[in-house]
């Protein structure tokens, strides 16, 4: 079956970068979107499509797709950053939809 | 503005059904597809389902088929997931996200737990 690997954990001082990476076979014919989840509250989209930032969300959440890996950037993590993030996209079809397992933040 | 507001938190026996209702506003209701995901204690997300609100069409994914049933009403905007047979396994927050066909989740309803325990 169709499967969406993420790093279990990442962990970055504050200023420094955060790399999350999401490998999945039908990536290089689907999209992918990045949700952030903190504690107790819903997930929120901070990439859709590969590189787009929907309004609101800042400037240093970035994303970036290469072949069958996607790949959700940080710039300068604040302790704010600190969450649970979670890649998503579809089959070949575009009818199942799949969420990586989850990549916990820490800011050291 | 766009809302998505859930039904409040449920406690349910083994063997029993619970629905779980997704009230939007701020948007033509018919124009995204309402998806479920669910997400147990600890763990992470887990897609459903969706609805398509404008035809009333569902998908639902392999593991829930059988059990699961997506609905709507377009005169109140609203749509329902509703779970039977449930076990200790069911026990989650589930929430509804206002989507394209299988991406794109925007918006998020605030989560709707629901224990299942004898």
């Known amino acids: 079956s169709y499967e969406l690997t993420q790093p279990p954990s990442v962990s970055v001082s504050p200023g420094q970068t955060a790399t999350i990476t999401c490998s999945g076979d039908?990536?290089?014919?689907?999209?992918g979107f990045w949700y952030q989840q903190k504690p107790g509250q819903a997930p929120v989209m901070v990439i859709y499509k590969d590189t787009k930032r929907p309004s609101g969300i800042p400037e240093r959440f970035s994303g970036s797709s290469s072949g069958t890996t996607v790949t959700l950037t940080i710039n300068g993590v604040q302790a704010e950053d600190e969450a649970d993030y979670y890649c998503?996209?579809?089959?070949?079809?575009?009818?199942?939809?799949?969420f990586g397992g989850g990549t916990k933040l820490t800011v050291l | 503005q766009v809302q998505l507001v859930q039904s409040g938190a449920a406690v349910k026996r083994p063997g029993a059904s619970v629905m779980v209702s997704c009230k939007t506003s701020?948007?033509?209701?018919?124009?995204?597809?309402i998806h479920w995901v669910r997400q147990a204690p600890g763990q992470g997300l887990d897609w459903m389902g969706r609805v398509n609100p404008d035809t009333g069409g569902t998908n639902y994914a392999q593991t829930f088929q059988g059990r699961v049933t997506m609905t709507r009403d377009t005169s109140i905007t609203t749509a329902y997931m509703e779970l039977n047979m449930l076990t200790s396994d069911d026990t989650a927050v589930y929430y509804c996200a206002r989507g394209e066909i299988s991406s794109n989740f925007d918006f998020w309803g605030p989560g709707t737990p629901v224990t299942v325990s004898s």
């Open positions: 998503q996209s579809s089959d070949r079809s575009d009818t199942l939809v799949l």
């Open positions: 701020g948007y033509t209701f018919t124009g995204f597809y």
């Open positions: 039908a990536l290089p014919k689907q999209y």
